[in-house]
């Protein structure tokens, strides 16, 4: 099946300063990415739809200054957690719509995000 | 988006049949049911999608009956790495999928 690499895997930060997180469609073109984060023990929580060209769509509750999305190619999307504090650590996944053949939904591995 | 409802956990030995109903009353008709795998530290990873009746692949088979108020996921012959949380999701499309809690399936020797 389609691979969707998502970098890094795991990194720690200093309170205050930011998180950039890379998701990238390797063999196919992803128009709608997704993010979602996920607690420990708990389910994966979607916090904003990314469109290729186009600004992203945040859920409620979803802060959108703190969690910049940019989605600027059909391959790849960021997200940078903003003045990371300690409540902001957790497992960030990405997932990528793949429009051929059959529009399947494939996730990254995740990034595990600890805010010192 | 319809909410889905399983049971929290489920425990089995190894060779044997795993079966996980979700609920998903709310159901509309455009839906899909999309069953995932998630490992720890891990992103999802695709089991199996189905809209009504049966379907089968290479690892699992889904089982939807007539009303489509629910599915059971079935998992023959588990083995020890089949240990995973399973997660049962309803959309009309593949992109925006709100996860619910999931199933989390422990196979011990």
């Known amino acids: 099946g389609a691979v969707v690499s998502q970098h890094p895997s795991w990194v720690i930060c200093k309170s205050g300063t930011s998180v950039k997180i890379e998701c990238r469609s390797l063999?196919?073109?992803?128009?709608?990415m997704f993010w979602y984060r996920q607690f420990p023990k708990q389910s994966l929580m979607l916090m904003a739809t990314?469109?290729?060209?186009?600004?992203?769509?945040?859920e409620q509750g979803v802060e959108k200054d703190k969690f910049l999305i940019n989605h600027a190619s059909l391959t790849l999307s960021t997200l940078t957690v903003t003045s990371a504090h300690p409540e902001d650590s957790s497992f960030y996944i990405c997932?990528?719509?793949?429009?051929?053949?059959?529009?399947?939904?494939?996730f990254g591995s995740g990034t595990q995000v600890s805010v010192l | 988006l319809a909410k889905t409802t399983q049971p929290i956990s489920m425990d089995s030995y190894e060779g044997q049949e795993v079966n996980i109903t979700c609920s998903h009353n709310?159901?509309?008709?455009?839906?899909?049911i999309t069953w995932y795998q998630q490992f720890p530290s891990q992103g999802p990873r695709f089991i199996i999608q189905?809209?009504?009746t049966k379907v089968t692949n290479e690892v699992a088979s889904l089982f939807i009956p007539a009303d489509r108020k629910s599915s059971t996921l079935s998992l023959p012959r588990v083995s020890l790495s089949d240990t995973a949380v399973y997660y049962c999701?309803?959309?009309?499309?593949?992109?925006?999928?709100?996860f619910g809690a999931g199933t989390q399936v422990v196979v011990t020797p």
């Open positions: 997932s990528a719509q793949d429009r051929e053949p059959d529009e399947k939904l494939f």
């Open positions: 999701l309803v959309g009309d499309s593949w992109g925006k999928l709100q």
């Open positions: 709310n159901i509309a008709t455009n839906d899909y």
């Open positions: 189905g809209y009504k």
């Open positions: 063999d196919f073109q992803a128009t709608t």
């Open positions: 990314s469109n290729e060209g186009s600004k992203a769509t945040y």
